[in-house]
């Protein structure tokens, strides 16, 4: 077989684990050892999401892969993407989102402003991810010491004064921690409105009309998460699925 032969071979292989073709098997994945570093695309939203936590396992180990990175694999995603699944997450630059699951390029559809909220150009570019690029599952990721939640939360204890669309970002955070008792220890409350803003991010797309019944019809699965800066833990929350 000639170079380029092979090399062509690669790349049809690798565009199968991409999604555009049949599922791999080990024995071809093993041949694309130290030219495309790849790993098959999940089936579903079940399988996205068992490979975010392997993922997120090896990122807590100290042993991620950083596979994706390479530039033959950047060669294939010059003409299309195919991430197994879109990522609401906060732009804190302690949570990056590919480094805690230990993905690479073109895995994941990444969303990221402050307090991980939700807007409409945040809904519609979660509604792109599912129905252009058809991720199964959407991932909305909190982290601890989340500053936006922070801010949200002595605006509601003390009243201070912020800058004006800080106090925006804040005004779309608020109705998601109205049932917290403000009375507690302070961290116990920060950690509390953390997975409260979660939910409520969670909670709005999953009451929209479209994203309702694409969930009910599962075309698409729902999960939140909370990033544990210590550990490097993210935490799966119970909840829509």
């Not at 909190?142 to 003390?158: R, Y």
């Not at 729902?222 to 909840?239: Q, S």
């Amino acid at each position: 077989m000639t170079s380029t032969n092979l090399t062509r071979r690669r790349w049809l292989i690798a565009m199968g684990a991409l999604g555009f073709g049949k599922p791999l098997n080990a024995s071809v994945e093993a041949l694309l050892a130290g030219s495309v570093n790849t790993e098959l695309n999940p089936p579903d939203a079940r399988g996205a999401l068992e490979r975010l936590k392997k993922g997120n396992r090896r990122f807590m180990e100290g042993v991620s892969r950083h596979a994706h990175e390479s530039a033959s694999w950047r060669s294939l995603l010059t003409k299309t993407q195919k991430p197994f699944a879109t990522v609401l997450a906060c732009s804190d630059s302690r949570a990056p989102p590919e480094l805690i699951f230990d993905v690479g390029l073109g895995d994941l559809f990444t969303i990221r402003l402050a307090g991980n909220i939700i807007a409409a150009d945040v809904i519609g570019t979660v509604q792109y991810g599912v129905a252009h690029l058809h991720t199964p599952l959407v991932v909305v990721l909190g982290h601890e010491g989340c500053g936006a939640v922070d801010a949200t939360l002595e605006e509601m204890l003390h009243k201070p004064t912020e800058l004006k669309y800080v106090g925006a970002l804040i005004r779309l955070i608020k109705p998601g921690l109205k049932e917290l008792d403000l009375n507690m220890d302070r961290t116990a409350l920060l950690s509390a409105a953390v997975e409260a803003n979660v939910r409520w991010s969670m909670q709005q797309l999953s009451t929209m009309p479209e994203a309702a019944r694409a969930l009910r019809e599962k075309r698409v699965s729902l999960v939140g998460g909370v990033y544990e800066l210590a550990t490097g833990r993210v935490r799966f929350l119970d909840g829509v699925s």
